[in-house]
């Protein structure tokens, strides 16, 4: 017969383990990303508002090839990091760019989505900069200049090559387009694309390749977009085309650490959610049925999408951004509303009371609970995606869109809250409509084109808040700090990562 120590419940007895998972994730996820700068020297500089990063390797004797990295349209510097942490091994000198609107670079992009050329022009002169800059460096041969691009960055840098014969080589990693490129310019052309991509960026770079001479195209099989970026195919290509004899690129040294600690923090908040406030009974609010449930949801998400593309916050400062603002805030709204207003028992009824016992204590003040909480959400999201993925902290106009982007995202959650009852795959089912809603504009043209781009990662911060609300839920947290955690959960990523424009 097993005696089972005193005070001990199994509930707690899993709450300890988590936070022991927890700490050990977060302890190998920060050593990993220590681990990543091994050998390698990380210097940053802002020329003419631009801010550049060198990255190279230490110890390397004499004159190196220089190569310049443009990131893609919502990417940054940080994003493109693993690319220069290749090249930089193979011998070369490094330097990543911010271009306008994106990462560190507070300015905006003009006419983003609107005025091509102009956006063009703010790109070639952010490019410019950066070459004219690496150039001087003392130890970069400036002879063997290599321009790398991804996405727009892509077409940036092909743009840039094909008007400057000087540049030695050039890769364009998802080229949009070559239709201005002219015949046969750049030379020393490396092409390369996702096998998963949408059939135009293959075509692209299938038909830019038959155009000049010195060409090569390679498909990289298995990976969208923004995987491409971490496929070791594309590593290793373009150390080939820069040239060294570095050793076997490591695409994921950082983002695998990142992970860990992404896993590190999701498995410590249950810990610290049961800290914080206990497991205390929470009230069951009566609920309409579930398909009514949907189908509110559906319809508020449709109406959502078309009331929001017309919303002034299709006017703000945060390219796509602005439009999925505007869409969370009407969705919210008329969730909030039918929740009030439809005939069925509703999320404002009279609770039942609880009556299941659940061993709790006693809770920390709601307002101290709910700070800490939503620091931790912050910390959570921001630490390993600006460590180890793209840039996300917030710079110039960011300051004042975080908030405005947060108030739509905690009307949006917490009419979901009020429309489900609580009921927490119920609220999982309103997210899910809600991302099928927001693909589903891009499609019909109401959204632009990019958020198909975003949706797949906008579709995991949904999720990962949903789970977090459901552990808020369990530990008895007041009817509005999920809406409140969550909304810090979604805001900060979408509000510090989409460009400024």
Partial sequence: MSVRPLGVTPAARRVAVLAVLAALALAFGGYGLAR?????????ATVDGVPLTEVRATGVPGRRPGVVIAHGFAG??????????????????????????????????????????????????DLSVAVAYLRTRPDVDPARIVLVGHSMGAGAVTRYAAGHPDVARTVAISLPDSDDLPDGRPDGLLLIVGGAEFPAFRDTAEATSRRGVGRRLVVVPGVEHISVLFAGRTHD?????????????????????????????????????????GRRPRPSWPAAPTAAVLAVAASAAGLGALVGALAPTTRLPLAVGGHVTGFLLVTGVLLAAAARWWPLP????????????????????????????????????????????????PVGDRWWLLPVVAAACLVFLTGAELATA???????????????????????????????LVVPLF?????????????????GAPRWLPALVGAALLAWPMATTLPLS
């Fill in 36 to 44: 990543a700068d091994a050998g390698l020297s990380t210097r940053r």
């Fill in 76 to 125: 940054s510097a940080r994003l493109m990091r693993p690319i220069a942490d290749t090249v930089a091994r193979q011998g070369a000198v490094a330097l990543l760019v911010d271009g306008a609107g994106h990462g560190a670079n507070p300015a905006r992009l003009p006419g983003a989505g609107r005025d091509a050329a102009d956006s063009r022009a703010t790109l070639e002169h």
């Fill in 237 to 277: 290509e373009v150390a080939a085309w820069v040239g060294g004899g570095g050793g076997p690129p490591r695409p994921l040294a950082r983002l695998a650490p990142a992970g860990l600690l992404l896993l590190g923090f999701g498995l410590g908040f249950v810990p610290l959610a049961t800290l914080l406030l």
């Fill in 346 to 393: 509703a999320a404002t009824s009279t609770p039942v009371p609880a009556t299941a016992p659940v061993a709790h204590r006693a809770p920390v003040w709601s307002a101290v609970a709910a700070v800490l909480l939503t620091g931790y959400a912050v910390t959570a999201v921001a630490v390993p995606i600006h460590l180890g993925f793209t840039a996300a902290l």
């Fill in 422 to 452: 609580g009921r927490s795959w119920r609220y999982a089912a309103v997210g899910g409509i809600a991302v099928l809603a927001l693909t589903a504009s891009a499609v019909v043209g109401l959204a632009p084109g990019f958020v198909l």
């Fill in 459 to 475: 579709a995991v911060l949904v999720g990962w808040q949903a789970a977090w609300a459901a552990v808020l839920r369990r530990a």
